[in-house]
């Protein structure tokens, strides 16, 4: 059983890059502030390796998510299905920053738009229409995270379903008290 949950997530994961509606297209990427005090943010998963457990996620160079990962390299991800009331809580680091310039090349252009503002992401402008783009200076930035481990919570009855898979035990899984 513990073997079927873990192939499940996975299944809707990688399901997640082929559907647009999926739940877990978008999920919550929790970062560690300077202050110590955490960060949440909705991004889109981009990739999933479900034999590596490795996720991608796109994102600007100048975003604070990528200081605060470079000064602290853990963070959680967050998925929830509404339908099927479960809940994936993933702990994983960066491995990698890279300014895929390929990639970034091949995208259509309103989604270069999301990569190329002049303005820093975050600073303070007069008026949503002010922003101007600059395609050719893209900060285009793909984010890998190895995952250490992944905790499912399916809400049903007679009984919940909490389980905790570690990349410290092969993955194998474990049962948790709801
Ligand atoms: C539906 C939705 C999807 C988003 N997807 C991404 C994404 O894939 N990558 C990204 O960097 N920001 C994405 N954002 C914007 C982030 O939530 C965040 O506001 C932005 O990246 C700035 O984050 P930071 O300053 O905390 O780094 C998305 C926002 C929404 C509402």
Not at 13 to 25: I, Q, T
Not at 29 to 37: C, I, M, N, R, S
Not at 77 to 99: K, S
């Amino acid at each position: 059983m513990l073997e079927n949950i873990l192939e499940d997530c996975k299944k809707q994961l990688s399901a997640a890059l082929l559907h647009k509606k999926h739940s877990y297209r978008y999920f919550t990427l929790a970062t560690q502030k300077k202050d110590g005090g955490s960060h949440l943010r909705t991004v889109v998963l981009r990739d999933f390796d479900p034999l590596q457990m490795q996720f991608i996620i796109y994102t600007d160079l100048r975003s604070k998510k990528v200081e605060e990962l470079t000064d602290h390299p853990q963070a959680q991800f967050l998925f929830y299905d509404a339908t099927r009331l479960i809940q994936l809580v993933v702990d994983a680091h960066l491995v990698e920053c890279t300014q895929d310039t390929h990639t970034y090349q091949n995208l259509p252009e309103p989604s270069k738009k999301d990569y190329s503002s002049k303005q820093t992401p975050g600073t303070t402008i007069e008026r949503p229409d002010q922003i101007v783009h600059d395609f050719s200076k893209g900060y285009f930035t793909k984010l890998t995270f190895q995952a250490k481990q992944l905790e499912y919570l399916k809400l049903k009855r007679p009984n919940h379903i909490r389980t905790l898979f570690c990349d410290s035990d092969q993955w194998k899984g474990q049962f948790l008290a709801p």
